[in-house]
């Protein structure tokens, strides 16, 4: 088992105080997909942040696929990361005056250096693998959410990373939009990615999860297999969260 | 009661709007004189360029013309369509050489270009400066750079709390004192010059605006796909800022073309200063009305033309109607 990302004790703070990852440590291993709950503003978010360089640490370190991220790192090591570890947001942030072949091949050519055959030609393997492969010379303004966040993971997996980082994927979208993209990342997991995800879809942790992290006000309270997790949770604070969330 | 009162206003209206367009019509084709006009149509187009060559300055309005009737009205697709960035941008390199020669062409000095010709050159030549300029300055007042930031802050407000007219006298006035004995700007140039450091603060407002408005999401975006600050300006941020900054530099460029008019203070001899000298001949005396009501045609006309490019240019911009 190879250790894909070990953060040791990460603080970040936002306001004098008020620590937003109160000392955060964990390993998350090859092939392994761990989603991360808890309460809003519990530090979740801000946490898989830091494993691509978009939060800086006020101290702490993390190793990213053998790449140091501390306090003091440089942009350079950062480019280094983003290149290997993709990010799906909640708003799924495309590009909205590009074409949705355009959005999933300018990675590939500009970072990556592809030539734009390749590139275009991997970016419809991808909206295939996604189920929307029509959609490819549309913008992304005329697509539905759920179509979108599709497209923003198939974006991601264009530049064929090792880890894939969700920061909410589905919590933007309609209620009857939730199944397609979860059923794309059940797909992925399948696959054997690597995926640290951050949601509130318990359904989705019961079922795709090989551990379940419980985080409230900047610190880790719990991390189990997510059958005890759900069935029998050590903590008192994650058992009062699963029973506001039932 | 009131409605009696209403009718007989209304006619009342109509009649006196009736009468005074029946005496402007009546006055534009029997009572105005426009040999002072028609016989100077050339001096009007071209200034006073040598006869010979007058046809390179009429290619160069000609060019225009058309470039803009196969913008507007040619193929929505295909080559023509597709090269028309190119052939707009070769247009101002290549205005400049057929009005001053050289390269094959006879030289001819800036004192004698004029007309139409010279609004022409002015507007985009200040217009052309000014754009890079100002998008520089809008980044600048986005930098994290302490310097960069007071600095183009400095200068922005600076420039906007200056009249134009003043900027282009201390353009005329002052450049030449900062420059060594012997080396000389000609007087369009120098005016170009003042023209666009003045714009390019109003461009650099309205572009901030544009950055503005993209969100920081973008720019994170682009970053997590691992492109570089830079490719991230270049490929997401300023494509779409330029999209919403698009209506006000539309009315920047026609505030510059119309604004080219202060140049005839300066005794160049643009479409004001060409008029100007008109009426001050004696064979025109008095012929105010016809000079200036062309004039505004003309400026109408092209300031019509910049505002239907800048409109269609929208259209185009925008993925989603443009595909329609």
């Known amino acids: 088992m190879t250790i894909a990302i070990r953060a040791t004790d990460l603080v970040k703070s936002y ?33 898989i942040r830091t494993f691509n360089g978009l939060e800086t640490l006020d101290s702490g370190s993390l190793d990213v696929l053998g790449v140091r991220l501390d306090a003091a790192h440089e942009e350079r090591q950062v480019r280094a990361i983003r290149e290997r570890v993709g990010m799906v947001f909640q708003q799924f942030n495309l590009f909205p005056h590009l074409s949705i072949l355009d959005n999933i091949s300018l990675a590939p050519i500009k970072v990556q250096k592809r030539a734009k055959a390749a590139a275009e030609q991997l970016a419809i393997e991808l909206l295939d693998q996604m189920g929307i492969r029509e959609q490819a010379h549309k913008y992304p303004a005329q697509l539905s959410g759920g179509q979108q966040q599709r497209v923003a993971i198939a974006r991601a997996l264009a530049l064929d990373p090792e880890v894939m980082l969700f920061d909410e994927p589905t919590s933007a979208l309609d209620p009857e939009r939730v199944k397609e993209v979860l059923d794309a990342m059940r797909q992925l997991a399948k696959g054997g990615m690597t995926m640290v995800v951050v949601t509130h879809e318990l359904g989705f942790a019961r079922e795709v999860a090989d551990r379940v992290m419980f985080m409230d006000q900047g610190r880790v309270i719990e991390t189990s297999d997510p059958q005890s997790f759900f069935s029998n949770a050590k903590e008192e604070r994650s058992r009062r969260f699963l029973s506001q969330m039932m | 009661m009131n409605r009696w009162l209403d009718r007989w206003l209304t006619l009342m209206l109509l009649a006196l709007l009736g009468w005074a367009g029946w005496s402007c019509l009546h006055w534009l084709w029997h009572g105005a004189d426009w040999t002072v006009v028609v016989t100077n149509l050339p001096l009007y187009a071209v200034g006073s360029y040598p006869d010979a060559e007058r046809w390179r300055p009429l290619l160069c309005i000609v060019a225009v013309v058309v470039l803009i009737v196969i913008t507007l009205l040619g193929p929505r697709h295909g080559g023509w369509r597709r090269s028309l960035p190119l052939l ?20 001819v000095g800036t004192q004698s270009w004029g007309g139409f010709s010279l609004t022409l050159l002015l507007t985009a030549g200040s217009g052309l400066l000014a754009l890079p300029l100002g998008v520089l300055l809008a980044l600048g007042r986005r930098s994290d750079l302490p310097v960069l930031r007071g600095g183009s802050t400095a200068y922005i407000e600076l420039m906007r709390a200056i009249p134009l007219i003043a900027v282009l006298f201390f353009g005329q006035l002052l450049i030449p004192l900062f420059l060594p004995p012997g080396v000389e700007i000609n007087r369009v140039l120098r005016a170009v010059v003042a023209f666009a450091l003045f714009a390019a603060a109003y461009i650099a ?36 800022a330029f999209r919403v900054a698009l209506p006000s530099l539309t009315n920047q460029a026609v505030g510059l073309l119309q604004n080219t008019s202060l140049m005839a203070i300066l005794g160049l001899v643009e479409l004001l200063g060409i008029s100007r000298s008109l009426l001050a001949n004696p064979a025109f005396i008095g012929r105010y009305l016809e000079v200036y009501i062309w004039l505004a045609a003309v400026y109408w006309l092209a300031c019509t033309a910049m505002a239907l490019l800048a409109r269609h240019l929208e259209i185009q911009l925008d993925p989603v109607r443009s595909a329609r």
């Open chain 2, 205 to 240: 407002e309205d572009v901030r605006g544009g950055l503005q408005a993209i969100p920081p999401t973008q720019r994170e975006a682009a970053a997590v796909l691992g492109l570089s600050p830079w490719q991230s300006l270049q490929l997401v941020v300023l494509p779409q």
């Open chain 1, 15 to 47: 306001s004098p105080g008020l620590n937003a990852l109160d000392g955060v440590s964990l390993e998350v291993t090859t092939g392994e997909v761990l989603v991360v709950m808890g309460p809003s503003g519990s530090g979740k978010s801000t946490l």
């Open chain 2, 88 to 107: 707009w941008s070769a247009m101002a390199p290549l205005g400049i050489w057929l009005l001053a020669g050289g390269l094959g062409l006879s030289p």
